[in-house]
């Protein structure tokens, strides 16, 4: 009875919230009889059963409608269809649509004038399996959230203002689901790699942060004497040479140091803190403790300085890994710079950052499980484990990895330097596609950034010789390590102490003993040598002490692939 009666005040509820100019449905929506099932002869009702007042679904489409959504459906628990397609419904999408409908499984509010961001909470309708969105007025990324959707068969957001990457759906939908938003990008759309090729598209989101931060940049530029701007640029500069010098001794100072420019990046990286909730769905903790079965042992799948990941599975049977931090401030740097970045950058070569948990005294990173573990553990095998990585995947992670640094430098909208790139925290998914993770020591800085807190970065040659130049450095350690097999810290000594056959590139193969001393033995004579010296090469390149004279991403990028392909049909 209670049920009946929550379902008519839902109808009465619907019927007071909407405008109805044509009387298409109120007039039969008449609540004066009282008889069971009496609802179910409404316009647009459909009941569980039609002696009982259990409303399964509404169906109030192409009548003329205006007014907001109509947030009293909360009070029809039993229903799993909402159709308001082709009205004139106007104002956001209830962000608590997840409690309005929980039992959903069609969502169709195409053809309306619905705006504002598609709430992130969409996701939590687990039952759904088909959301129409389209030809509305909805903004901003669509929440990578919602590839959480595992029963989604209809889905479609074409003919918005949607920008961003498309979320990575298992079962991929085609164009015309996100036809008509001209800053939507990744499969089946264009690459998010060209995001910036297209001059509308780039128009769109220059136009976003212009508007964003034009208001500081023109304060600044007449505000702030020039001697002013000029001195603690180079105070910064220092800054960033100190932090170059001292990171290779990871000492007290690198700390002290990396955390001053982190505040600072902190500082900027604040401000687009709403922005970033839209990326990175916020998790609770008690879903977190029971994928992870009470964070049981068994579960553990490593434990590195900041934290125990643990292997988690989800209700829908999704893997996950997630990063428990150790119980210190000394962390919390790191947490949010891993939030700040890896949270909103979505790459085929970075691990993916589905949420986070704060609560109380936990700290919580949550990820996609990546099944082949890290590319060090495939490297250094322990004694008597059977793990060996032929050469050409080990080309193909090497190219993999490239590959991400180069999107992280040159090509997203946001620039990005990793400086701590290292096998172990290159992840591999069940393909042994290479991930990079762990970027609690990355900075990153808008690319048209016009900010004078971070004008310095605007300096390029600065930052390619202080920070991505780093980065190649490191990538070469890598490209050492996949070629000798040697631990990364005796490559990392044996460059810095001048060992010539690390240093120096230009090595003779038809005379040159070193090199086959250097390489791993399982690697040699299986028709591969030739090659094998040509990376080595572009290894030796990018660990050079001169950092003016290592290669660009791109370029390495651009090596590898055509040594790659030379060799293969
Ligand atoms: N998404 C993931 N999928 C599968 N395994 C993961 C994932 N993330 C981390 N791991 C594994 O969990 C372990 C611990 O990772 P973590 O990043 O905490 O430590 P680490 O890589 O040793 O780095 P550090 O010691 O610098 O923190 C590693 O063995 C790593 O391979």
Known sequence: ME?????????KSIKDSLDDPHDSFKSSWNFNNNTEGFI????????????????????????GLKGEFPRGVADCKTLMGLDLSNNELSGPIPSNISRIFQYGTELDLSSNRFSGNIPKQISNLSFLNALKLDNNQLTGLIPPELALLDRIKQFSVANNKLYGPVPNFGPSFNESSYAGNPGLCGFPLEPCINFFSDSFKRGFIIGYMV????????FMSYCVPWVHRNERNKMLRQFMLNLILSRRNKGEHSHQTSKLVHLDLLHEASRETSMLVQLVSRMSYADLTEATNNFSADNIIGIGQMGTTYKATLPNGWLLAIKRLFDTQKFDEHFITELKTLGRLRHDNLVPLLGFCIESKEKLLV???MSNGN????????????????WPLRVNIAHGIARGLVWLHQNCNFRVVHLDICSKCILLDQNFEPKISNFGEAMLIKSNNTDWSSSFYKDTELWELSFVKEDVYHFGIVLLELITGA?????????DTGDETLRNGSIDLSTSTNFYDVIDKSLIGRGFDTEIFKIFSVACHCVQPNRDGRPTMLEVHKTIGAIWSQNRP
Request: aromatic share 14%; charged share 20%; hydrophobic share 35%.
């Open 3 to 11: 049920d009946n009666n929550s379902n008519i005040s839902c109808l």
């Open 40 to 63: 179910c002869d409404f316009v647009g009702v459909e009941c569980w059963h039609v002696y009982s007042n259990e409303v399964l679904k509404i169906r109030l489409t192409n009548m």
């Open 211 to 218: 508007s964003v931060f034009s208001v500081i940049s023109i």
């Open 367 to 369: 990820y996609r499980y």
């Open 375 to 390: 590319l060090y553990d495939w490297l250094h095998p322990a004694e008597g484990e059977a793990k060996f990585i032929d």
């Open 487 to 495: 631990e990364p810290s005796k490559l990392t000594n044996s460059s």
